[in-house]
C-alpha cells in the first residue's frame, strides 16, 4: 500500500534563492566583474597600442568607433537580455522544457541577427563615418577597422548570448574564464599583428574578431557538453514563434534601450569631433577608463537581473526586495571609491593611451568633470537591472531612452549656440544622469513591476 503520508521531497537547493543574499551577489557578480574586465581589455588593449605605436589618428579611429559598433549591435544585444531574463525566470520555476526551448530560440536568432549585422555593417559603415564628422585624416583608418570588425560580430553575438545563457542559470564562472582566455589572445595578436607585421589599424581589428571567434566556439563547446536541462543540441537549434514573441516581447525595449542610448552617444561624438583630433583621441581614451569605472555597477545590474528573476520563478517575494536593496548598496560603495581613484589619478592613467599633452589634457578634463557623478549613473543601471529580472522592460527602457537620448540630445542641440566650449558635452552626460536617477527612483517605488506577480 502507497505511503500517502510521506513528506513531500526538499527542492534542491539554489544559492541564488535560498543563500545569504550580499554573499551570493557578490559571490555572482564577482565573477561578471571580472569578466567583463577582460571584456573592456579588447578595445583597451587595441587603443594603448595603436596610440603608442601608431599615433594620434589611428587613437582617435579606434576611440570613435566604439560609439558606432555599441549603436549598431545593441539593439540585437537586447534580445539576448531577453532571452537571458527568460531562461532565469524558467529555470527558477523548474519549467525544464521553456528553458529548452528558449535557449534554442535565442541562440539561432542571435546567428541569423549577427549575420545580418555584417553585411549591414559593412555596406553602411563609410555611410556613417561621415554622417558623425569625423575628421578626414581619420576616416580611411575608421573605416577599415569598423569594416573588419563586422566581419566576425557573429562571433560576439553568439558569445554573448552563450555567456548569457550559462549566467541566467547561476553559473558566472565558466563565460568568466573563456573571456581571460580571448582578452589575452586579443593582447597577444595585437602585439603581433601591430609590432612585428605593422598592419597598424587592420591589426587589431583582425586580433579582435579572431578572439571573439575563440571566445563563442568555448561558450558553445561548453553548452554542447553540460549534463543539465540548459544543454545545447545543435539539431535542435530552430526559431519557435512562441519564444521568440517571448524572447522580443522582453528583449526588444531593452534592445531600443541600447541602441537608442548608443545612437545618442554617436551624436555626442559628433560633437566633439567638431574640435579636433586631439579632442577625438583625449575623449575617446576617456571612453577606456569610463568602461572600467562602470564595470562594478553594470556587473551588480547583470547580478541583480538573475538573482530578481529566480526569486520570481520561486515566488520568494521578500528575497526579491532584498536583493534589489543590496545591490545598491554594493553599487554604491564599489562606485564612489573608484571614481575617488580615477579623480586623483586621472592624467596619469590616461598617459597610458599616449604621450602627447593635448590628447590628455582633453580626456583628464572630460574624467575630472564627470567622475563625482558615476554613482547616479550606477544607480539607474541597477536599478534597471532589477526591475528588468522581473520581465518588465518597457519602463525602464522609456525613462533611459528619454534621459541619455533625447533630453541629451535636446541639451547639446541647444546649448552650444550660446557656449561653444566642449565641456557643455560634458554637463550633458552629468545633467541626463541626474534626472535619470529621480525618474528610475520614483518608477522603483511607485511602480507594478513587481505588484503584478504578486497579485497573479
Given at each position: 500500500m502507497e505511503d500517502t503520508n510521506q513528506a513531500p521531497e526538499a527542492a534542491p537547493y539554489n544559492a541564488i534563492t535560498d543563500g545569504v543574499i550580499w554573499k551570493q551577489l557578490l559571490l555572482f557578480a564577482a565573477p561578471l566583474l571580472v569578466g567583463n574586465l577582460f571584456q573592456q581589455l579588447y578595445n583597451t588593449a587595441d587603443s594603448i597600442i595603436v596610440g603608442n605605436y601608431v599615433g594620434k589618428n589611428a587613437l582617435a579611429a579606434v576611440g570613435s568607433s566604439a560609439v558606432i559598433i555599441n549603436m549598431i549591435i545593441g539593439f540585437f544585444m537586447g534580445l539576448a537580455t531577453g532571452a537571458g531574463v527568460l531562461v532565469s525566470q524558467y529555470f527558477g520555476a523548474k519549467d525544464d522544457r521553456s528553458v529548452h526551448d528558449t535557449i534554442h530560440t535565442g541562440m539561432m536568432a542571435m546567428v541569423f541577427s549577427g549575420l545580418l549585422l555584417t553585411v549591414l555593417g559593412i555596406f553602411l559603415t563609410p555611410v556613417i563615418i561621415r554622417l558623425i564628422g569625423t575628421p578626414e585624416e581619420v576616416q580611411s583608418s575608421s573605416i577599415l577597422y569598423l569594416r573588419v570588425f563586422f566581419t566576425?560580430?557573429?562571433?560576439?553575438?553568439?558569445?554573448?548570448?552563450?555567456?548569457?545563457?550559462?549566467?541566467?542559470?547561476?553559473?558566472?564562472?565558466?563565460?568568466?574564464?573563456?573571456?581571460?582566455?580571448?582578452?589575452?589572445?586579443?593582447?597577444?595578436l595585437d602585439f603581433v599583428f601591430v609590432l612585428f607585421l605593422k598592419l597598424g589599424v587592420l591589426g587589431v581589428a583582425l586580433g579582435t574578431i579572431l578572439s571573439e571567434l575563440l571566445s563563442a566556439a568555448l561558450t558553445v563547446r561548453a553548452l554542447?557538453?553540460?549534463?543539465?536541462?540548459?544543454?545545447?543540441?545543435?539539431?535542435d537549434?530552430?526559431?519557435?514563434?512562441?519564444?521568440?514573441?517571448?524572447?522580443?516581447?522582453?528583449?526588444?525595449?531593452?534592445?531600443i534601450q541600447q541602441s537608442v542610448i548608443a545612437f545618442s552617444n554617436v551624436i555626442v561624438q559628433s560633437h566633439i569631433n567638431g574640435f579636433g583630433s586631439a579632442a577625438m583621441a583625449?575623449?575617446?581614451?576617456?571612453?577606456?577608463?569610463?568602461?572600467?569605472?562602470?564595470?562594478?555597477?553594470?556587473s551588480i545590474s547583470l547580478a541583480s537581473t538573475t538573482f530578481v528573476g529566480q526569486n520570481i520563478g520561486a515566488q520568494k517575494w521578500d528575497r526579491v526586495k532584498k536583493s534589489a536593496r543590496t545591490s545598491f548598496l554594493i553599487s554604491t560603495v564599489f562606485t564612489v571609491l573608484i571614481s575617488a581613484i580615477i579623480y586623483l589619478l586621472g592624467s596619469q592613467i590616461l598617459s597610458v593611451f599616449t604621450s602627447d599633452s593635448e590628447v590628455i589634457r582633453f580626456g583628464t578634463m572630460q574624467l575630472r568633470w564627470m567622475a563625482p557623478f558615476y554613482v547616479l549613473c550606477g544607480?539607474?543601471?541597477?536599478?534597471?537591472?532589477?526591475?528588468?529580472?522581473?520581465?518588465?522592460?518597457?519602463?525602464?527602457?522609456?525613462?533611459?531612452?528619454?534621459?541619455?537620448?533625447?533630453?541629451?540630445v535636446i541639451w547639446l542641440s541647444v546649448m552650444?549656440?550660446?557656449?561653444?566650449?566642449?565641456?557643455?558635452v560634458f554637463l550633458g552626460y552629468i545633467l541626463t544622469w541626474t534626472t535619470c536617477a529621480v525618474m528610475m527612483m520614483i518608477y522603483y517605488k511607485k511602480g507594478s513591476w513587481l505588484k503584478k506577480y504578486q497579485t497573479d
Open positions: 566576425g560580430i557573429t562571433f560576439l553575438m553568439i558569445y554573448n548570448m552563450g555567456a548569457g545563457i550559462l549566467r541566467a542559470v547561476g553559473d558566472a564562472k565558466r563565460p568568466l574564464y573563456y573571456l581571460i582566455a580571448a582578452s589575452l589572445t586579443n593582447v597577444f554542447m557538453k553540460e549534463t543539465d536541462v540548459y544543454r545545447l543540441v545543435l539539431k537549434l530552430r526559431i519557435k514563434k512562441k519564444y521568440l514573441m517571448q524572447i522580443v516581447r522582453v528583449g526588444l525595449p531593452a534592445g583625449g575623449c575617446g581614451a576617456y571612453t577606456k577608463v569610463d568602461a572600467f569605472v562602470t564595470l562594478p555597477f553594470m544607480f539607474s543601471n541597477v536599478c534597471s537591472g532589477v526591475i528588468r529580472g522581473s520581465g518588465e522592460t518597457t519602463i525602464p527602457m522609456l525613462i533611459m531612452v528619454f534621459n541619455f537620448c533625447v533630453l541629451r552650444p549656440a550660446f557656449i561653444h566650449d566642449i565641456t557643455i
